[in-house]
Structures are given as C-alpha cells and as structure tokens.
C-alpha cells in the first residue's frame, strides 16, 4: 500500500473525489428533512446491550443483536398491534420473540446455523416440557452428571478452531456431548445450547468483529501485540451456572413444570437459509411490518466470530467457505453473485442501484484506489458493491411481500472505507423509493460511532451515523 501522504496529494483536486462529495451533498439535501435525531434511541437500546439482564434474552450473548425492548419500543410507536411481522436477518430471534410475547405472528429467516439452533432451543423451552425433562435438566444444573460418562463423543474441529480450548476443558466437553445422548431430544436440544452459551468463557478465545482473537495460553501467534483475556472459566461451573439461569428465567417454582405460553405468544416460523433465496419464496402482500438488521457494510465475518459454535452443529471446512459465500456480501472474501441469474425479477432493484449516482461514484473512487495500490484489501470494491446490490434486491423482495402502509424499520452503521464515508442510510433509502418504498424518515441515534480502528490512524475518529430507516409501503 502506498504512503498515505502520497495517496492524499492525489486526492486533492482528483475528479473520482470530487464526484464523491458532489453525489454526497446532493443526496443529504434529498433527505435532509428525513433525519431526525432521535434522544430515545440508545446506543445500548439498538445493541445487546439492554439484553444483558433481560430473562431468556441473556442466555446466549448474540452480540449483533439489538434488544428486545427495542423491539418493543417499534410496536408502540408505530402502532404494530395484530398480524404478522418479518424479519429477514433473524439472528437469535430478537425481534421474533419479542413480536410473539405482543401476541404478534412473527417469520424469520436465518442463514447461520448457531441463529437457527438459538432459536430452535428458544421455541422448545417456550413450549413448556413434562416434569421428567424438567427433573433431568435440573440434575445437570446441581451435580456434573457428564462426568462420570464412561464414553466420549469427538469434539469436532475447523482450521480456524484448532487448539481453543484447554486440554482439561476439551475432555469435558467430550464427556458432556456423550452423555447428552443419553437423554430426551428436547432435553438434548438444550443441554447443547447451554454448552453454546459458554463456549466463549470457556476457550482460548474471544469474539472480535472480524475474527476470533486468541489468547497467548492457546500457542497461536496472532499479531505483534499479545492478547490475555484474563481467567477462563471452569467448564463445569460456567454450564451448570448457565443451566441455572435459563431454568430461573423459565420456571416459576420448583414445583412448576417450564412455563408455556403457547397458547398466548404469537406463533413462531423459522426459515433456514439466506434470505436471498427464502424471500422470493413467500406470498404476496403477507406482512404488516418489517423489523430487521442486516449485516454492516463493515467487513465482520459471522462464520469466524461463531467458528466454535458452528464446529459443534456440524459445519466443516467447505461448509464454512460456503455459508460464508451465503452471506450478504460483508466481507472481503464475498465473490460477486449473479444476482440478475438468480431472479430475473430483481431487474429494477439492479438497475436502481445502477442509477444511484453516489452509489456508482464512490464504488468509482474505490476501484480507482484499488489500481493505485491505495487499499488496505483488493476485495473492498468488490464487496461494497456486493453489499449494496444484495440489499437492493431484499428491499424490492419486503416491498413485494408487505401489506399497503406497512412500516419497514432497519437498523444499520454507515462505514468508511479509504478516507471515504459511505451514508449507506441515504443510498439504501433511495434505493428503496426506487423499488417501491416512501422514506418516512431516517432517525438518527444522538452519539454516532467512531471509525474502525484502521482507520482512526489516517483518518481520525470521525463520527459515522448509526440509523433505523423508517420506510412505509404506499
């Protein structure tokens, strides 16, 4: 990469960078009065934060979710009393559980396979189990029943997952999925997902946006600065004590089987899978509103962050590189899909994001930068342009499958990349008026994000804006 001094005398005066801020200005003063900053919206509200403590919702420490108060806090304002909602990036099921206990129908589709298993758990307690699954849930929370299995089950591994635990955590992961066998398949659903829970605590590992971060103890190497993340946590001790708590947050008495409220919540529909291919699936005019959160523009990649969780479901090396192809285009690694062969449909969401001047100019400016030797990564370009082209099409599907006056609220981060901010709340937003969507107005969250950290070093810590788009179906 060249010097950063070099690359800026280019910029000065370069044409690529002043279409950029020219598309910029013109698309701001098209929304200007669709932004509005919103005091209620929290940093802590629009992230999991809020969930820490929440029941149910803390068990499994999803950190690009939003909270279910969030949730909450849309069906109040924008009147979302009765029906069905839809969240096409389920995630953990925030937005679906949350709708459901509002006696609200929710639909979901999740592509990764630690979102649908959270999910699946979720609903399975939610529904209450006999007393017998209750009692033996309840003797795994008080004595190590795993530890006197006389077999063991293979703890599967990807490239990326070798060596993450100690060898003494190893063994007792071995034994605990071998006697899971030995129970119910409900009860086997949610021993499994306990052990999903603490799998972080217990592990030379921490979730870091774009990867897993190793601590020094693992033996990897992991960059120039060494990383300890402080005591990692007894096995034991970390999957009884989280036993514990999902049998607090679901169990009235001691007496009380798992309290179901079935027959209260709005009913639950799961699909697996990438909503690219899900959403071209579902009827016509089915939903009143939309709550959502896609991934950011900000190159995290979920297959490596989830690696140990998704090792334990099953998912192999190929299958790893595949689910990361799935995705919506968020990181460098994303090819191009040929999103015009997938759904001949999708024509004017592509050729409105052909059209979108800003769109097209910055995606211009970072090619330009990619010749140069300018980036950081080659696959920048490539990705952005991914990003922005996916979301089009998923936009065009929401505008198809929502009822009329239907609201669409989404939260998402604008990004930087290359001394370049990218309003990806303007262009998204007037892309979605191109497929069929009014822009009610975009709200604005009082303290915005900084840069990534390889930014702040050239850049400085500019403030990007963090939105929830409030779109409405005419």
Known sequence: MRDRAEQLRIETGSPLFDAVDH?????????????????????SLVSFQANKSRPAYRWYKFKEAFSASLVEYFLHRFGIQRGRILDPFAGSGTALFAASAAGIDADGVELLPIGQQIIRARQIIRAGLPKEDLDTLRQWSRSRVWESHGTRAVVPELRVTKGAYPDETKDSIERYLAACQDVSLSVRTILRFALFCVLEEVSFTRKDGQYLRWDYRSGRRQGKKMFDKGAIADFGSAVQSKLTEILLDAVATEEDELV????????????????????????????????????????????????????????????????RQQMLSCTVENRAKDLRGMNPQWALALNA???????????????????????????????????????????????RVMKGNAPLLMVNDNVRYAGVSIPVDAILSH????????????????????????????????????????????
């Open 23 to 43: 598309a910029r200005a013109e698309l701001s003063a098209r929304f200007a009065d669709r932004f509005v900053t919103e005091p209620m919206l929290t940093r």
């Open 260 to 323: 179901s409220f079935a027959d209260l919540n709005g009913a639950i529909r799961l699909f697996e899978g990438s909503c690219l291919q899900v959403l071209p699936g579902l009827d016509d005019l089915a939903y009143d509103a939309i709550i959502t959160s896609p991934p950011y523009c900000n190159r995290y990649d979920y297959t490596r962050t989830y690696a140990l969780e998704l090792a334990l479901l099953g998912v192999d090396d190929r299958g790893l590189g595949e689910l």
């Open 353 to 399: 994001s052909d059209r979108q001047p800003l769109l097209q100019a910055i995606l211009a400016f970072l090619e330009a930068q990619k010749a140069d030797g300018f980036l950081n990564n080659s696959g920048i370009p490539r990705m952005v342009r991914g990003y922005f082209y996916e979301m089009a099409c998923v936009i065009a599907e929401c505008s």
């Open 431 to 474: 892309i979605a008026e191109q497929v069929g969507f009014r822009v009610e107005s975009i709200l604005v969250l009082p303290n915005g994000k900084g840069n990534s950290s390889q930014q702040m070093g050239e850049h400085g810590r500019e403030v990007l804006r963090k939105c929830v788009y409030v779109w409405r179906k005419p």
